[in-house]
């Protein structure tokens, strides 16, 4: 804990070190979701689809994955940016440190930059639930938690698995963009916008509709089932899939002779 703390001083003294573009930064993020979200919120307009999806329902499946992308970039830019690690050789120092490689790939990198996107996210999270539900119940308040929480677990998988592919191909591929990025931008709707196939690809092979598709469904009365509440869980599978493909190929590397 001791040297997570020591990892997230550093970093945040260093994105002190120039507080006017830090600042413009934060701004810009704050910026950018926003007009994420108007996009959104114009699409559904245009195609008079607010009869049909509340706007608290779009608001909430929005925040829930912008809360979790924003955490994964903020705190898993290592893994995000491994490639670079491989590259300048940076990774064959951190594999000879009597450290956790995990933990020192996390203190290689921190974004505080996406700090803003996240809180702002959680704001609109803890607003648009506030609107949604009518009557809260310690089932809903848990499946709340437990959306946030497993959308972090979710891209945390994704991202480490995007780190693995550049075991074998040294520099990272776009296909993993498609997937992280790509999955964010997906997940930003209702999921009951999208034809039943999409659906079942986010759901069994990238499992995004979990964190926020079926959680809202028991929010919003669809279904009784208590299942859905730990649903977003399943999320914890992904994550060790992809730490058990990471060690695997961290158990093939044999360095890049940088």
Known sequence: MKLILNYLSIHLKVSLEYRLPFF??????????FIELFAVYALFSKFNLLGVYSIDEILLSFST???????????????????RLIVNGSLDLLLVRPRNIYLQIFGSDICYEKLSRLLAALGLFIYSS?????????????????????????????????ATFCFY??????VV?????????????????????????FTFVIPITIINYYPIDYLMGNTTNIMYIFLPLLTFIVLLLSINVFNFGLRKYHSTGS
């Open 24 to 33: 413009f930064s934060l701004v810009s993020q704050v910026l950018y979701m």
């Open 65 to 83: 994955v912008w809360f979790a992308f924003a955490f994964s970039e903020m705190f898993l830019r290592g893994f995000d940016n491994f490639a």
């Open 130 to 162: 506030g609107k949604l539900i009518k009557h809260f119940t310690i089932g809903k308040v848990l499946l709340l938690g437990n959306m946030l929480l497993g959308g972090i677990i979710l891209f945390m998988g994704l991202f480490i698995i995007g």
């Open 169 to 174: 191909t040294i520099q990272g591929i776009e």
């Open 177 to 201: 963009n498609v997937i992280t990025d790509g999955g964010k931008q997906f997940a930003e709707y209702p999921m009951r916008i999208y034809k039943k196939s999409l659906r079942l690809v």
